[in-house]
């Protein structure tokens, strides 16, 4: 398994502003994701982050909103800039320990964002 | 790409009951199928999976079964209790991409 840290774990933002979330994870890891989870919804996969490379978007995120760093294989950052409120949403990191299958996610805590 | 169906998106049950949440999936290519739990305000876990070339898989009340040839794979919980209320998502995975379903929302009252 692997143990995630995500921080902040929340936080109440103004419109306009940008907010960077940080995940660290106690292991290297090979695949790492972001998701987004709107109130009462499923996951969608924002990105995945690559290691040394640009990240890579799912239809409809953008780099310019979403901007993604992966310095190392235990660390990723996701921005969620010039926020309004529909950026309302609990994003979560996610990685697939190595070794398990490309499903076999395991999830941080979450950032429930606020854009007021 | 992979489109995941998920019935029901809520479930009352009674304590002691059965439970079977049931989701399709459009691509044939899909070959791995987790079953994830999240109870309010937690993270999503894992709590079981199947592979494309098993048909059923049992974790103490859990199961999983799969049918290929109809695109379907359901979760079955026996005896629920309590503490199973959360909400689950299914997911389906082909080519490295896993795609959730919409989730169902389980309350098992005591």
């Known amino acids: 398994s692997a143990v995630i840290s995500q921080k902040p774990s929340r936080d109440i933002c103004q419109r306009g502003t940008s907010l960077t979330i940080q995940c660290q994870v106690d292991?290297?890891?090979?695949?790492m994701f972001w998701y987004r989870q709107q109130p009462g919804q499923s996951l969608t996969l924002i990105a995945t982050?690559?290691?040394?490379?640009?990240?890579?978007?799912e239809s409809g995120f953008v780099i310019d909103k979403f901007p993604i760093s992966r310095p190392n294989l235990t660390f990723s950052t996701l921005t969620v800039s010039n926020m309004s409120p529909e950026d309302s949403s609990i994003y979560l990191c996610?990685?697939?320990?190595?070794?398990?299958?490309?499903?076999?996610?395991?999830f941080g805590e979450g950032s429930r964002l606020t854009v007021l | 790409g992979e489109n995941v169906e998920q019935h029901p998106s809520t479930l009352s049950v009674q304590e002691g009951d059965s439970a079977v949440i049931k989701c399709t999936y459009s691509?044939?290519?899909?070959?791995?199928f987790p079953w994830y739990k999240q109870e309010l305000g937690k993270r999503p876990q894992l709590i079981i999976d199947?592979?494309?070339?098993?048909g059923e898989k049992k974790d103490q009340r859990i199961a999983v079964t799969l049918n290929k040839t109809a695109k379907h794979f359901s979760l079955h919980i026996t005896e629920t209790q309590p503490e199973d209320s959360a909400v689950y998502f299914c997911?389906?995975?082909?080519?490295?991409?896993?795609?959730f379903g919409k989730g169902t929302m389980l309350l098992v009252s005591p």
């Open positions: 292991s290297q890891v090979t695949m």
């Open positions: 982050a690559n290691q040394g490379s640009e990240a890579t978007y």
């Open positions: 691509d044939s290519a899909s070959n791995y």
């Open positions: 996610s990685v697939v320990p190595t070794g398990r299958e490309t499903g076999e996610l395991f």
């Open positions: 199947i592979r494309s070339n098993v």
């Open positions: 997911a389906a995975v082909r080519y490295s991409t896993l795609t």
